[in-house]
Structures are given as structure tokens and as C-alpha cells.
């Protein structure tokens, strides 16, 4: 399949009293056409300033693109200037934020904030693009558009609110949706009605959507490919379906196991990571990792491992057969237990 | 929008009640008497005629009550210290100060908001540095400082500007004599509220610039300046408006100065000679006057606040 985006050795940070804090350091990943790729990590692992580099935002934020390439569609949007890059924000790409109840301008109806959107990008006439603002809320299963387009954003619950996010981020047909934890703030129901919705569009539209979240479960449900960050890097490349039937990076294996699963009986096991992501001034030497890993050894605190091929994924550990030597083991050991 | 038109009538007849009472009370309070009755050359018997005349041996409450009257009627009284009616002198005068203030917000809004902008998405830039120098420097200096220091400069030293008047109106009127006598008077009114609207117009602005929604505009792939000047300063200009409601009373007592200072035949002048001549009729039909102008002015800050505001209903 032909990549729409490939992300090469990225490095983005903030520049800090007296050192460049890097936020994401040394990222390398590819998204297909139609493809969905879930980036999952904890809070502060650098999952917005990656998107936020892609759509080349980051600058509006006091943070700069150091290094590497981000090439869509064959072109690098790190060297593009502000003008070829309005061209693309919004129209090739598009984002939606996580924070529905803020993310629109609350002084603006939903149907200008559409119809912008649409006369942003293609010259059409305020009527014309009016039309096509209904369409779109139609699209995103809001009934009433007439009467929607017309009422404000504290109007709208925060699902509806970012149901009208999405229409505004369709409004060009992107070739690449990002969608920055896009149904943290909501509640499970409207979440899932969002992800089922996003699901629906990717069909329709063809798009690949990179979705970014905290939340594996959300990963488990939407991915076909999985990508794993800690600390501004990379852990775990991989397909969903290898990786919900065996991550092997010790992060992600801690990432599953602190989802609560319901085994037999009613046993809800809850196995979160101990310790915490370490602040962009104290990264530890070694693997960033380290200090929380059950498997580290004396490599893994003075060199750093990098993302290598494993089979059909990309790993980055330095004791991966002994992470796959325990995973055999509990196995057998709860195949016995059983 | 009625609604809200009544119930803020209702409000201000009190707030007006309220306030007439207090500045009788207080300027009857205050010690001595009406000019006209502290003549030296009139006998005590003459005083005793003025006295009874001016209703003034009657008790405060008494006094207070029958004036209420008139002012209900439309009927303000009658100068202690010209003869003429209290509503004319007021007439004569008050157009002058509107003219002064109206001049006075127009420019600090037309020059005060793009500064502010300029300073806000520039900020720690030296430009940023040099407004906000220049700000706390007109905060600072005191109106009637200032004001001879430009008589000094630019009436008595380089004798482009007239140094007091309103100029000539009516038949005489000319351009050029009505700016330049405007110019002065304005200048310093300028300074006590532009350097509030620049600072404020830039603190609203970057509070408003770091919000969420101004980063979904650009994600839309908006020009800067539309994100700016249309998204993040309809924004802004929210509190902008609740500040200038503010500003006003601090506009309307900075003329006081700014009219003594350039002999500016207005509201503030005339305030002072009433205030002096303990003219008491002169004085509370002032009080009125400028009451009704804050409330009013008020309540167009109200409904341009709600026009600007979608969230605010009921307007
Ligand atoms: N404007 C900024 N200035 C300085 N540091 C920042 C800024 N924005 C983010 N960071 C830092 O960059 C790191 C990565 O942040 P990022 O927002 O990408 O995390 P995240 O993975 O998206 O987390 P979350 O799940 O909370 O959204 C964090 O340590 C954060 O403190
Ligand atoms: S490199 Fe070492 S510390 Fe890092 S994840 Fe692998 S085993 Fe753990
Ligand atoms: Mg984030």
C-alpha cells in the first residue's frame, strides 16, 4: 500500500530557560492511505506536539520542528512556508482537538464556523457553501441542520459540539484526519457514538485517520496499527492484531494490563505501571523507561535501545527474548491454573 | 428587549433617587451659604430678605421635598447665582462636553485597541516594551501638568495653539479655529483612559489568543489576520466594552480638570462656579445631568456588550 505520510526522525520541542526541552525526540512512523493508526501513550508522552508538528501548529505555541522530515503525499511539510501551509491545514489535513467544549469560537454560530471552514479552502459562493454546512451536519448525524447552524456553541452538548468539530475538519474532504483524543472529555456513550461515527466516515471517505489517544481500549476498537510513545519516543510498532494478541514492549504490555479485564468469575484485574512519566529536564540516561521497567538491566540504564524490526514489527528494548521468555511462562502458568 | 428597557428604568429612578438625596444633603452640610447671600455689602436685613427668598430658612427634608417636586415637573429651578433657569444653564453648556468626551472616546478606541493588539501578539518585542513604557508613563503624569505643559509649549512658545476657549461657534465658526482649540483639551482627556484601554485591549488579547478555539481556527487553515482581527479580537473586545463602561465617570471628572485648565465653557466649569457660588439648584441639576449620561452610557454598553456577546441573552 502507498504511504500518505511517513514521519522521519522528528524532533520537536520547547526551548526552555536554558536547554531545548525536547518533546518528541527521534520519532519515525508511516500511515497508509485508508489506514487508521492509533498513538497511544501516557499523559505528556508527546502525542499532541507530534500531531501539532504535522499540521505545523506547534510554531503558534512557542515550540519548534528541530529536525527530521514529515513528508504527505510525497512533499515536506517541515519546509513549507506559511501560505503553502494554510493551503494544507484544513483542506489535506485536517485536525480535531481534544477539548469539544472549548475548540469552537463561542462568539460565532456553528454554521459560520462551518461555512469558513468550506470558503477557506474552495471559492464557492456563502449560499452554496450554506448548503454544503448542512450536508456536512447531516453527515456527522446532527438532525435539524436549519435550526443548528444558527444556534451558538453553548447551545450544543459537548458530543454535539464535537460532531461539529468533524464536519468542520470534512469540510475539504482531508486525505488525513488527526483526531487528538477527540472523546476524552465526553462520556462513554457519546464516545462511543463518535468512534463508531469516525469509523463510518473513514469507509465513506477513504481517509486515514490517525488517532491519538490515552486509552488502549479506544486502540483496541478503532487501529489497524498501533504505535506506542513514552516520553517523546517510540516503544512499539505494530500491527492491532499482533499487537492485542501479544505486545512485547514492557510499556505496552503494562499499557494492557492496566486496562481492567473482565476473566471468568468477576475478577477485574487492574495492573497499572508503577511510578510516573519522567518531565522533559529529567529524561533518565539509558532507556527512558527504565526506572519503571520490571525486566531493566544494567544496558538498559546506560544505553539507549532503538526502534528495531521484531518479525513484523518495530520494537525498541534491548531484552525482548526475556520479556518473551515471561510471556510463555504465564502462560503455561495460567493454562495450568486453569 | 422591553423587558430589560423597563427594568432598567425602574433601576435608575432609585439610583437617581439615591444620588440627588445624598448631594443635597451633603451640600447643605457643607458650611457657608449661596454668594449671592454673603455679600459684605448687603445689610443684614437684606441677607434676611435673600435668605427668605431663596426658601433657605426652611428645614432640609422640607426643602429637599419641594425641589423633588420641580424636578419631577422637568423643573430644575432657578441659578442662586444668575437668575436664569437651572435647565437653560445646563443646556447652554453640556453640549461642549460631550463634544470634548465624544472626540476624547473615539480617539482612545480607534488608536488605544490596535495598540493594544500590536502589544499583545508582539509581546516581550521592543515595540511591546515601549507601549507599555509609554502607558505607565500616561497612567502617571498628572492632567493638569501635562495640560500647561503643552499651554507652555505649543500656545505661549510656538503660538500654534490657542491656549483657552471653545473658539468661535455659530456664524463665526471655522474648521480649523474649532480643532485647534479642540486639540489641546482632547490630548489631555486622552491620556487619563487610553493607556487603560491599551493595557487592557492587550491582557484581553492574550488571554483570548491562548485559547483552544483559536487554534482550531488555524487548524482550519486561516490567514493569521483573520484569526486575529476577526476571531480573537471579537473575543477580546468583550471586556474591552466592560472597561469603557468603567471608563466613563473617569472621563466625565477628568473634564472638570481638563476644562478648568483650557477655559473649556463646559459642564466642568460650570461645576465649579456652582460648586463655588454655592449655587444649590445649580449643583443638583448637575448632579442629575451627568447621573442620567453615566446611566445612559451605561446602557449602550449593555446592549453593545450584548451584541457582541452571544452568550448574554435578554438584551
Ligand atoms: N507550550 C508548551 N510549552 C512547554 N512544554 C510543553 C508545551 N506543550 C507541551 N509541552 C510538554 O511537552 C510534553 C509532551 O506534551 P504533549 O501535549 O504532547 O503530551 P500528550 O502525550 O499529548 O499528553 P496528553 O495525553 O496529556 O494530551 C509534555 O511534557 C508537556 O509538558
Ligand atoms: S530496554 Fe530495558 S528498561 Fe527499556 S523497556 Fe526494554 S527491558 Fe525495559
Ligand atoms: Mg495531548
Not at chain 1, 469540510?171 to 463518535?194: C, K, Y
Not at chain 2, 510656538?158 to 474649532?178: C, E, I, K, Q, T
Not at chain 2, 487610553?194 to 488571554?207: G, Y
Not at chain 2, 491562548?210 to 471586556?239: C, D, F, M
Request: proline content about 5%; charged content about 20%; overall charge positive.
Amino acid at each position: 500500500m502507498d504511504k500518505i505520510l511517513q514521519v522521519k526522525n522528528l524532533v520537536t520541542g520547547y526551548q526552555g530557560k536554558n536547554t531545548f526541552m525536547k518533546a518528541v525526540d527521534g520519532v519515525s512512523f508511516d500511515i497508509d492511505r485508508g489506514e487508521t493508526v492509533c498513538i497511544v501513550g501516557e499523559s505528556g508522552s508527546g502525542k499532541s506536539v507530534t500531531s501539532m508538528s504535522i499540521m505545523r501548529l506547534i510554531e503558534y505555541e512557542n515550540g519548534k520542528i528541530i529536525e527530521g522530515d514529515i513528508i504527505f503525499n510525497g512533499e515536506n511539510i517541515v519546509e513549507k512556508n506559511n501560505y503553502e501551509m494554510r493551503k494544507i491545514r484544513g483542506s489535506k489535513i485536517s485536525m480535531i482537538f481534544q477539548e469539544p467544549l472549548t475548540a469552537l469560537n463561542p462568539v460565532f454560530t456553528i454554521g459560520r464556523q462551518i461555512v469558513e471552514a468550506i470558503r477557506f479552502h474552495q471559492s464557492v459562493k456563502k449560499k452554496e457553501a450554506y448548503k454544503q454546512a448542512e450536508e456536512l451536519i447531516q453527515l456527522v448525524g446532527i438532525s435539524d441542520p436549519r435550526t443548528r447552524l444558527k444556534q451558538y456553541p453553548y447551545e450544543l452538548s459537548g458530543g454535539m459540539r464535537q460532531r461539529v468539530m468533524i464536519a468542520i475538519a470534512l469540510a475539504s474532504n482531508p486525505q488525513l484526519l488527526i483526531a487528538d483524543e477527540p472523546t476524552t472529555a465526553l462520556d462513554v456513550t457519546i464516545e462511543a457514538q463518535i468512534l463508531d461515527l469516525l469509523r463510518k466516515l473513514k469507509k465513506e471517505k477513504k481517509m486515514s485517520i490517525m488517532l491519538i489517544t490515552h486509552d488502549i481500549g479506544v486502540a483496541a476498537e478503532m487501529a489497524d496499527k498501533v504505535i506506542i510513545m513514552y516520553a517523546g519516543k517510540i516503544m512499539e510498532i505494530s500491527s492491532a492484531e499482533d499487537f492485542f494478541e501479544n505486545p512485547i514492549h514492557p510499556y505496552s504490555r503494562g499499557l494492557l494490563e492496566s486496562v481492567p479485564k473482565m476473566t471468568g468469575e468477576r475478577g477485574v484485574k487492574l495492573n497499572s505501571i508503577s511510578g510516573s512519566i519522567p518531565s522533559l529536564s529529567n529524561v533518565p540516561s539509558g532507556c527512558r523507561f527504565s526506572p519503571r521497567c520490571p525486566f531493566a538491566t544494567e544496558q538498559c540504564i546506560n544505553q539507549e535501545p532503538v526502534l528495531e524490526k521484531f518479525k513484523d514489527r518495530q520494537v525498541a528494548c534491548w531484552n525482548i527474548d526475556n520479556v518473551l521468555r515471561d510471556h510463555l511462562k504465564n502462560q503455561t502458568d495460567s493454562e495450568v491454573f486453569q | 428587549m422591553l423587558k430589560f428597557l423597563i427594568n432598567r428604568f425602574g433601576q435608575s429612578i432609585i439610583l437617581l433617587l439615591i444620588v440627588t438625596v445624598i448631594t443635597f444633603f451633603l451640600i447643605n452640610l457643607a458650611p457657608g451659604g449661596p454668594s449671592s447671600t454673603m455679600r459684605m455689602d448687603a445689610s443684614p436685613e437684606e441677607r434676611q430678605a435673600m435668605v427668605e427668598k431663596l426658601g433657605l430658612d426652611q428645614p432640609v427634608i422640607v426643602r429637599y421635598a419641594s425641589w423633588l417636586k420641580g424636578a419631577f415637573s422637568g423643573d430644575l429651578g432657578t441659578s442662586f447665582t444668575s437668575n436664569e433657569p437651572v435647565v437653560q444653564r445646563i443646556a447652554e453648556r453640556l453640549p461642549y462636553t460631550i463634544e470634548l468626551t465624544i472626540f476624547t472616546i473615539i480617539i482612545s478606541i480607534i488608536i488605544g485597541i490596535p495598540i493594544g493588539i500590536l502589544s499583545a501578539i508582539k509581546r516581550g518585542s521592543v515595540p511591546d516594551h515601549i507601549i507599555n513604557f509609554f502607558s505607565v508613563v500616561g497612567l502617571s503624569v498628572p492632567a493638569f501638568w501635562l495640560g500647561l505643559m503643552l499651554i507652555l509649549l505649543f500656545s505661549i512658545n510656538l503660538g500654534w495653539l490657542p491656549s483657552s476657549g471653545v473658539g468661535a461657534r455659530g456664524v463665526d465658526f471655522n474648521l480649523w479655529g474649532w480643532i485647534s482649540h479642540l486639540i489641546m483639551p482632547v490630548l489631555i482627556l486622552t491620556t487619563t483612559i487610553l493607556p487603560n484601554i491599551v493595557r487592557f485591549t492587550r491582557s484581553s488579547m492574550l488571554e483570548v489568543i491562548s485559547q483552544n478555539y483559536i487554534r482550531t481556527i488555524r487548524a482550519k487553515g486561516a490567514k493569521e489576520s483573520i484569526v486575529i482581527y476577526i476571531h480573537a479580537l471579537r473575543n477580546a473586545l468583550i471586556p474591552i466594552i466592560t472597561i469603557i463602561g468603567v471608563l466613563i465617570p473617569r472621563l466625565l471628572s477628568g473634564a472638570v480638570i481638563t476644562e478648568a485648565i483650557f477655559g473649556w465653557t463646559g459642564i466642568g466649569t460650570l461645576i465649579l462656579e456652582a460648586a463655588r457660588g454655592r449655587d444649590y439648584p445649580l449643583v443638583m441639576g448637575i448632579t442629575i445631568v451627568i447621573t442620567i449620561v453615566v446611566i445612559l452610557c451605561n446602557l449602550i454598553v449593555d446592549i453593545v456588550y450584548s451584541r457582541v456577546d452571544p452568550r448574554v441573552k435578554n438584551v
